[in-house]
């Protein structure tokens, strides 16, 4: 056969292109808040009953109070100020009110809670990993619908969508913080089982919520 000049390479394929975000609707929004809440209402018994600590400014407050005495709900709610006045600057008015509307939601339902639901018997270490994981579920819920609890959540959401931290590991370094902030009011056996829930509750949205895995705004 003749030489000559080379054949012409095969075009190269084109990629394809990038799946375009679909927007929650508001059914579906309204269904993820209660979802989301009602899964982190449990979280939180689990965590109540088997006397562990939490994380976020609630766990801060309620540092606050036994040190000092001061009243949890004042503290909680002063806590909360600076984090309400980030999420309308930074995270815009649609993600403040969900946040709003979720906080209630879950004041809520933690009250009715109570006559619902109760432990004849309760393992510490299972408390505090399936309390863990399900909270932090509910959480992942939550973010995916860009909304949060206030609080640190919405601290490690901006930070993830300004600096690309990730929002799960950011929230764990936080609780687990505070939670060894305990050591000073309460049994170090507890401490550790609060830390090891906080770490299954921020594995979930360190492995899960991440930047790219997920397109719906």
């Known amino acids: 056969m003749a030489s000559g000049s080379p054949s012409p390479s095969p075009p190269s394929p084109q990629p394809a292109a990038a799946p375009r975000p679909v927007r929650h609707t508001f059914a579906e929004d309204a269904l993820a808040l209660f979802s989301g809440t009602l899964l982190i209402s449990l979280g939180v018994a689990l965590f109540t009953t088997a ?4 994380g976020g400014t609630a766990g801060l407050a309620f540092l606050v109070h036994y040190a000092t005495g001061l009243g949890f709900g004042p503290v909680f709610f002063v806590f909360n100020l600076p ?20 906080v ?3 004041s809520a339902l933690t009250t009715v809670q109570q006559h619902l639901l109760s432990f004849a018997s309760l393992q510490p270490v299972y408390a505090a990993i399936t309390g863990g994981l399900v909270t932090g579920t509910g959480f992942l819920i939550l973010f995916r619908h860009k909304c949060s609890l206030g609080g640190f959540g919405v601290l490690a959401l901006w930070l993830q969508d300004r600096f690309g931290w990730r929002a799960g590991k950011v929230q764990m370094g936080i609780d687990c913080a505070i939670v060894l902030l305990a050591l000073a ?8 089982l609060s830390v090891l829930g906080a770490v299954a509750l921020n594995a979930v949205l360190a492995i899960n919520h991440r930047p790219g895995r997920y397109l719906g705004f």
């Open 51 to 54: 006397g562990l600590l939490t």
């Open 104 to 106: 209630a939601l879950l």
């Open 83 to 102: 984090f309400y006045w980030l999420a309308l600057q930074k995270m815009g008015r649609a993600f403040t009110l969900k946040t709003f509307a979720a």
């Open 185 to 192: 009011l309460v049994e170090p056996v507890r401490v550790l």
